[in-house]
């Protein structure tokens, strides 16, 4: 079905796959090899010339992970997309993809922790700035701290733990004015919500460990290309770099854009950094996913209503001091939220807890169905005090530039009765107030 134009929720459930080239079978196979036959020698010569495609070894390539990329490309609109072993690995082998031989990532302090974290540990070692704008719902603050070897613009298309939303369209614009891609990590609003390369961003990373799994039972991460952005553009002169291991049936060393024209970065990223660096998504972690994709829309909807409600609740709650979600009468991102997330801005918020350390631990402690937990976008709600456990990585100064204040209870909402849920809150609040 891969060449005709059918509906997301038709994608999300049979999207990428034929049964009838699995032997008839109607859930999608787990190939359990780590291997593959060869064949003979001259199939072996076309193989490694790449004018024919084969399984070589599941590092590489897997068909049930194949499966999986080649489903959620469709569900993004996208020529492309690559699977890994992690969220993570998605992240860093696309920016370290971006910025091979030194230069700058222009990003905000809205992150994922272990985002932020990699890029104060791990990317200045290896020779890349990480320029950060202050107020990322400025776009002028991004147009003004791109210099001559910033590779790319990075956000976060809701980010966690705030639910900031970013104004992707005008990103966009703002990159490709300098010849730059926009990268846009969109985890927490998933393609149901937000189909970012529509508004023109050029690499989109998940961890698909959250909602478009769904069910927190396998880690997974996936990097998709939209395949319009000109990396012979002259600022990636590494993607036009020769090499001996892309050489045609003549011997002949090309580079990764005449070998895979529709999707040099993802090439590029799978023969490099998934092959060496070697984060593979495991075959049996594939078949979850796709398992979990295929009620994506349905469980993220119920999940936007159950949290609307949470929201509703919360904004008269005595205990609550803030809220952040687009959904709260006090969002700044109400707007954004509109144009880009009309289905509704996700589950994920955050909220301020009134009171002492010691109530907001009562509270934690006292929750009956959230589970406390780091995962989020699960089937489950789940709770985490943020500046403490996921964010905790950073330093009070980088907490308030991320602007994680230290009362912040950050809830991603599960689908669970909506009554239940709010009684369970409830109860937590009255038991921490009496403290
Ligand atoms: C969890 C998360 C990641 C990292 O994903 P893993 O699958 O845990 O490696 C990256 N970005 C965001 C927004 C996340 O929530």
Known sequence: MANEQFAFDTIKV?????????????????????SYDLGDTKRVAKLFSFSE???????????????????????????????????????TYTLLNLTEGG????????????????????????????D???????????????????????????????????DVETLANIAHKHGIPLVVDNTVATPYLLNPIKYGADIVVYSATKALGGHGNAIAGLIVESGKFNWANGKFPHFLEPYHTLRDINGKERNFLEVFPETPFLFRVRLNYLAYFGAALSPTDAYLILLGLETLSERVAKQVANTEKIVGYLEGQQGVSWIKHPAAKMSLYRQLAEK?????????????????????????????????????????????????????ELTPTEQKLADISPDTIRLSVGLEDAADLIADLDQAFKKALAV
């Open 103 to 130: 230069g700058r990532i222009l990003t905000t302090p809205q992150l994922y922790g272990g985002t932020i974290d990699s890029f104060k540990k791990i990317y200045p070692k290896f020779g890349i700035a990480i």
């Open 132 to 166: 950060q704008v202050e107020n990322s719902a400025d776009p002028d603050e991004f147009r003004k701290a791109i210099k001559p070897d910033t590779k790319a613009i990075y956000v976060e298309t809701i980010s966690n733990p705030n639910a900031v939303v970013a």
């Open 53 to 91: 495609f084969g399984y070589l070894y599941t590092r590489i390539g897997n068909p049930t992970v194949a499966v999986l990329e080649q489903r959620i490309a469709a569900l993004d609109g996208a020529a492309g997309a690559l699977a890994v072993g992690s969220g993570m690995a998605a992240v």
């Open 340 to 392: 880009y997330l009309p289905k509704g801005a996700g589950s994920l918020l955050s909220f301020g807890f009134n009171g002492s350390n010691e109530q907001l631990d009562k509270f934690i402690d006292s929750v009956r169905i959230f589970s406390y937990q780091a995962n989020l976008g699960d089937a489950r709600s789940l709770i985490i005090n943020s500046p403490k456990t996921t964010h905790g």
């Open 14 to 34: 049979r999207g990428g796959y034929d049964p009838k080239q699995h032997n008839n079978a109607s859930s999608v196979p787990i190939y359990q090899t780590a």
